[in-house]
């Protein structure tokens, strides 16, 4: 979907590498999405030129590279926005980089690195210290993780406008979830300004990100990712507080989702900020008779898996068939698809396959089939398969990769980010929980203590991370219901108000085969409850 250029592109792989070598330059690595302005304008502009793209052609080997379909090219190697612009030994270390570059900055840019390699030749590249190959360093998983995070949250709180930081605001869905069990105002105040600023009235879903601390300079572009997590922390929000302030822009987000992002089969990636305001300001009628924003249909494996989760939470909350239709039509596309023996292929798209096995698509596969299992009595079995085959493939020395550690530049040194590794920790709980198999628990502990020596460091925006180590101190509220999903007593479970909670159904067929049929038993309170009145009163009793 890029636009047309004088620029003779390749692909990333090993061949523009060893173009690179052979030809003694430097590669020049354009990372850029469909949904982002500033790469078409780049393109339109700088790499449109003809100066510029012969000087390219001439002394680099220029590489393109969509973000959204490389996420292991992307985590190591963008420049905090996109498009980024890295020029690359070739062995693909990094000389240098920058975001969007205007023409003049571009030709001045050129000339300097090309001079410096000419001068160090690899000597000039560097390993960025992430993939230096140091591990994190690893602690106690105690309850001082959690309280520190909650501590940050207060430090980190914009009282003013709300929202965590200073400058721009970003929607931190997983930090408003964090939050509403430790410091739920904040958590509230946080996704009334996000549905106020970002949430889209006319046709449902979410803006990524606010430019400003008031939340103003808001950036169009509708992202799958930030509407998925968005539509859960909504739909949990809405299970605390019975608004329908926060029912609605989930409600709405699902029409987004289901209609403007539907692919046919699946969700699609993104919607591009189009004409920006000048269109968003637009009512119905006006927004059909203007260009519309581009569209990315590609149906990635975490971006669904996301969405699936969040659409079984809202149905969980609310009985919206919908939403459940949807999230059962999700899973049947992930597992027929994109699921083999436990690996997951990032997207497939007209014969052609994704990479493989990255950490954040496995983490979401996994989190949304053992939300299946709790609310539709399904998914633990593929949850387990894809969570084995992650723990073969990836877990190594206390924590996981983001991939496997192989291809070409800096691919094949190992990555272990924080908020994969805590999204599969929560996943594996939820799991250990739901199948009685502590192993996964284990893993989760190992996971979390990877990172623990450092969870000082840990910001808000990771805030994950301490959900997974307080679910592994203080056990889950765990809700062992012998009856069917959808039975009032298995629905009366899904909507008590503690969303970090475990509900297990048809429990007397698996991890509590002593309840009798038709009751259901808080892990912790010895008295059974048979009906959802008696069901709360244990649930108090346990808290």
Aim: aromatic content about 8%; hydrophobic content about 40%.
């Amino acid at each position: 979907m890029q636009e047309e250029t004088r620029v003779e592109w390749r692909q990333w792989g090993q061949d523009a590498f060893d173009e690179a070598r052979e030809r003694s330059v430097p590669v020049l690595l354009s990372l850029s999405t469909t949904w982002c302005v500033d790469c078409h304008e780049m393109d339109a502009t700088t790499y449109a030129d003809p100066n510029i793209a012969a000087n390219l052609n001439d002394r680099y080997v220029p590489v393109r590279v969509d973000a959204d379909r490389e996420p292991r090219i992307r985590e190591r190697y963008a420049a905090g926005g996109f498009p980024s612009t890295v020029f690359l030994t070739p062995d693909g270390e990094v000389i240098s980089t920058a975001t969007a570059l205007a023409p003049d900055g571009m030709r001045q840019v050129l000339n300097r690195v090309a001079e410096t390699y000419a001068e160090k030749g690899d000597d000039a590249g560097r390993v960025p210290r992430a993939l230096a190959g140091d591990l994190p360093p690893a602690g106690a998983v105690d309850a001082t993780i959690e309280e520190q995070l909650a501590g940050q949250l207060g430090e980190k709180f914009d009282e003013r406008f709300a929202g965590w930081g200073e400058s721009a605001k970003f929607p931190l869905a997983r930090t408003a979830e964090f939050a509403l069990k430790r410091e739920r105002q904040q958590a509230l105040r946080t996704l009334d300004a996000v549905r106020d600023h970002l949430h889209d009235e006319v046709a449902g879903g979410f803006f990524r990100y606010a430019g400003r601390r008031d939340w103003g300079d808001v950036h169009h572009a509708k992202l799958l990712d930030t509407n998925a997590t968005l539509l859960r922390a909504f739909a949990h929000a809405y299970v605390y507080t019975g608004e329908d302030a926060y029912r609605e822009p989930a409600e709405s987000t699902i029409d987004f989702l289901t209609d403007d992002l539907w692919s046919g089969v699946a969700v699609g990636g993104s919607m591009g900020p189009g004409e920006g305001v000048e269109y968003w300001g637009k009512d119905a009628a006006g927004r059909a008779d203007a260009r519309q924003p581009r569209t990315d249909l590609t149906a990635y494996a975490g971006g669904n898996a996301l969405a699936a989760d969040a659409l079984l939470a809202y149905y969980g909350y609310t009985d919206d068939e919908r939403a459940r239709e949807y999230a059962d039509r999700i899973l049947d596309y992930l597992e027929r698809d994109l699921i083999e023996h436990g690996s997951v292929v990032h997207f497939r798209e007209r014969g052609q396959a994704g990479p493989r096995d990255t950490l954040s698509d496995l983490a979401a596969v996994v989190g949304a089939f053992t939300r299946a299992e709790q609310t539709i009595g399904y998914g633990a079995g593929v949850a387990a398969t894809v969570a084995d085959h992650a723990i073969e493939a990836l877990h190594d020395d206390g924590s996981f990769r983001d991939g496997p550690a192989e291809g070409p530049g800096l691919l094949d040194r190992p990555l272990r980010p924080l908020d994969g590794n805590a999204a599969m920790a929560n996943a594996l709980v939820d799991l250990a929980t739901l199948t009685g198999d502590d192993e996964y628990r284990e893993v989760a502990r190992e996971t979390v203590g990877a990172f623990a020596g450092a969870s000082h460091r840990i910001g808000v925006q990771v805030a994950e991370y301490g959900t997974a180590a307080s679910r592994l101190v203080h056990d889950p509220l765990t809700i062992a219901v012998a009856d069917d999903p959808g039975s009032d007593l298995h629905r009366a479970a899904l909507r008590v108000a503690d969303h970090e909670k475990v509900v297990v159904p048809n429990a007397g067929d698996s991890i509590a085969p002593e309840l009798d049929r038709g009751t259901a038993r808080v892990v912790g309170v010895d008295e059974p409850a048979s009906d959802p009145e008696a069901l709360m009163g244990r649930v108090a009793d346990r808290q």
